[in-house]
């Protein structure tokens, strides 16, 4: 999988937000039955339905908010859209302390790519195309920038990837072979999929080279999953909270009673054995909003607040601060662009580039049809460096400059009406940059624009009439307005 989306207004992305404004519980929920572009004798059954159920267990038991929840299933369920939300939602609208739950119920594969070991691979509905694979390094390298969320990751769907054919029986198991792949040896390995170096509870339906069964209409780990915390019938000790060694031992036991008593799964080898990462003490993903053992979240820092009194400005009062204010003060001769001419379309897909004629660090700001400022450039899945610009240089953004080394894209999304893109360009490096911004500023828009720019515009100002040889900086700045129709 090498293509992500992220959700921009033009430049409110998500890769921007360190620290989301509206941080809440974030689960993607994911079924897929039905892969028309693969050659398997006969679609699962059981996935969609399992998703659906699955979503209500997080809303009904778990306390997930309903709006917390993204349920993407079928059709739905590309591979652009589930990177998309995963972006978006898992990784944009969560902060420190927050549960992030990533369930994907549906076919698993192993992927071969000349000269690379195979790889196991969830497969989107728009499989087999390698563009409908999500890789497991994909996901892992995003979910280690949640570290300080409670991140659960469950995968009813296995990595067998043999060419058995599997409708003969009562039962299906969730792996099937990519189309010209042979017989894949697999390789033994404790970490299940999904599993990284950061901390979290990862819990696959199979152990390697077993299948995930799904039979009856619903996968058999996500029913046992549900009944286990759900109704509480892993609590082995009957003290009102279930750990993961309780629930991994019931899983086990339950998955294994049920092969016993399934041909298919005997026929295949005789054994079901759910595999889990992550500490066994602590406790299971619980209906609590933070279990006991837990530290408490620590207090959001407050969003900025502007020590100039509050005023209604529009786009044209907003824009007298920038044109007196900031362009003039443009001696690297920086210069933005966009991708396309003209209103940009909510769903359209578009990038932008900056050139400056000195070396320096990039900054960009943008101001919503809202009046609402945000910051675009650097964001918290930029690779260290990405804003440094070398004289003559085109800095592309998206640039695929992320730490998951997965391309980024930007996608237009409301509000509609006028805004613009600001660059700031400082002849240093991004820390003096940085300093005279609006503490918080990446964790996502915040209302009078116009009031914050005229603050980092006379801050930046006292930086370059520093008397200090020093410290003085010199700094650039240019503007580039835009459109958003519906």
């Given at each position: ?73 079928g059709a739905e369920a590309s591979a652009d859209a589930i990177m998309q939300a995963i972006i978006d939602r ?223 400005l529009n786009l044209s009062d907003t824009l007298g601060f920038v044109t007196d204010l900031f362009t003039p003060s443009n001696g690297a001769n920086l ?152």
């Amino acid at each position: 999988m090498k293509a992500t989306h992220l959700r921009a207004g033009i430049v409110a992305l998500a890769m921007a937000t360190a620290g989301p404004v509206s941080a809440a519980d974030q689960a993607l929920v994911i079924g897929i039955d039905d892969y028309p572009g693969l050659s398997h004798s006969a679609p699962l059954t059981g996935a969609v339905a399992d998703a659906r159920q699955f979503a209500d267990f997080l809303t009904e038991k778990m306390g997930f908010a309903p709006e917390g929840v993204t349920l993407l299933t079928g059709a739905e369920a590309s591979a652009d859209a589930i990177m998309q939300a995963i972006i978006d939602r898992l990784v944009g609208q969560s902060s420190a302390g927050d549960r992030v739950v990533f369930y994907f119920a549906g076919l698993g594969s192993r992927l071969t790519i000349p000269g690379s070991d195979p790889k196991n691979v969830l497969l989107a509905h728009d499989a087999p195309g390698i563009l409908g694979n999500l890789q497991a390094d994909a996901l892992v390298d995003i979910l280690d920038l949640l570290a300080e969320r409670q991140v659960t990751v469950i995968i009813d769907a296995s990595f067998r990837a043999d060419n058995a054919d599997l409708t003969v029986g009562a039962a299906t198991g969730r792996s099937v072979a990519l189309e010209g792949d042979g017989p894949v040896d697999i390789v033994p390995s404790n970490d299940p999929f999904g599993a990284g170096t950061a901390e979290r509870f990862v819990w696959n339906a199979a152990a390697p080279g077993q299948y995930a069964w799904e039979t009856a209409g619903r996968g058999v780990f996500t029913g046992l999953f549900i009944e286990a915390v759900g109704g509480g019938a892993a609590d082995s000790n009957g003290n009102g909270t279930i750990s993961n060694a309780e629930l991994l031992t019931y899983l086990r036991d339950r998955s294994a009673e049920w092969c016993r008593m399934s041909a298919d799964c005997t026929a295949e080898g005789g054994a079901l054995t759910p595999n889990f990462s992550g500490p066994l003490q602590k406790t299971a993903l619980v209906a609590q909003r933070r279990p006991a053992d837990e530290p408490a979240r620590p207090a959001a820092a407050p969003l900025p607040v502007s020590s100039l009194p509050v005023h209604d400005l529009n786009l044209s009062d907003t824009l007298g601060f920038v044109t007196d204010l900031f362009t003039p003060s443009n001696g690297a001769n920086l210069r933005l662009e966009l991708s396309q001419e003209g209103p940009l379309k909510i769903g359209d897909t578009v990038s932008f580039s900056a050139t400056s004629e000195r070396s320096g660090t990039l900054v960009l700001l943008d101001v919503n049809p809202k009046g609402e400022l945000a910051q675009v450039f650097p964001s918290s899945l930029a690779a260290k460096g990405a804003t440094r610009m070398q004289a003559g240089e085109t800095l592309t953004i998206p640039n695929g400059a992320s730490s998951n080394g997965v391309p980024l894209k930007i996608r237009v999304t409301e509000p509609t009406g006028a805004g613009f893109l600001l660059g700031l360009f400082i002849e240093d490096d991004l820390p003096r940059l940085t300093a005279v911004l609006p503490e918080n500023l990446e964790g996502g828009p915040v209302p009078n624009a116009g009031q914050y720019l005229y603050e980092i515009a006379q801050d930046l100002l006292r930086l370059q009439a520093d008397g200090s040889a020093a410290a003085a900086t010199e700094w650039s700045a240019t503007y580039l307005p835009y459109e958003i129709i519906p």
